[in-house]
Structure formats: C-alpha cells, structure tokens
C-alpha cells in the first residue's frame, strides 16, 4: 500500500523542469491491447506521443508501475502534459491535476484513433465514450433542480455549478484540482 507523500514531497515531484510550450506537448493515453485501458489505476503501460505543431513526432510506450498513485509520478517523470485514459479514480486523477497534467478521461476506443481525436479535438464525440458512460446518457451528478455545491478535496472552495453540469468536468480556479459533488 502506497502511503501518501508529505505536501512539500508531494508538490516536488510535481515540479517539471522544462515545461513544454504551446508548440510542443506531451500526451500520454493508457493502453492495453492497443485499445485504451478501460482502467487507468491498474493500466501498466501508456503510449506517450511527442506533438510539434499538431503532429504526434515520437511515439514510446511508457511502463507504468503497479502503485497507482506512483502512476502520476512516472507520467510526470516523463514529462507527460496531458492523460488521455479510460475510467480513473478521483484520488488519482486529482493527484494528476496536481501535477500539472489534464485529464481526459472515460475514453474508449483504438489508441491511434483516440490519439487522432484529441489532435483534431474529437474526443467529446460520443463514438470515444466508454459504454454506459456518462456522454451517451444525461451525466452522472447532473440535475434539473437548480444550482449545487462542488467542493475541491485539495483545498475545500466550494463552487456553485449550473443544473446540467456535473462537478467532475470542473476545476477548482485555486488550485486546479478537480471538484467533488458537496
């Protein structure tokens, strides 16, 4: 069991030297079987893709380690800028947003194809959905009643939200974590 690093431990190996600009980004997108990983916390390997000038240059596969929290540390290691993955726990995907990297999750389908949908800004179609996911039927946290509270796990800033929206697609504007249903 992987025991949680001390805040100063933990936002050290967040910190990347070297940060890549806007020409050039580092994607990573779980795989298995050369399909997303329909799981990202127990994934062992990702395809890491280098993009200049919207053209995935070098691609890698990346081995992941067993520990999932110890995912996030070797994704940044590598210098990853953005995660495209299938399902991901709250606690991983928050400590990924820590660290600078931005999630796409519940994404189903071949790498390639994943990987040309995030170039050409298709993810959202509903053909990279995981089955029974929350884009092929009204979101999960979604309401027709009106305003809710999400609430940061990071810092504790709660954030009014629109009936509609559900508080897993929106970022804490603090700290950057992604919000909880209060």
Known sequence: MHSPPSPAVWLASCYRQGMTTHASTRIAVSSWQGRVSPVFDVTRQALVAEIHDNQAALRTLLPLPDDPLAKADTLVAAGVDVLV????TRPLQGRLAQC???VHA???GDVEDVLAAWLANRLGEPVFAMPGCCREKRPRGSDTDGDRLCQCPQC???ISRQAGQTCRDLFCPACSTPLFRS
């Open 156 to 158: 504790g800033r709660e």
């Open 100 to 102: 600078g990297i931005q």
């Open 106 to 108: 519940f994404i189903a």
């Open 85 to 88: 993955c299938g399902a991901v």
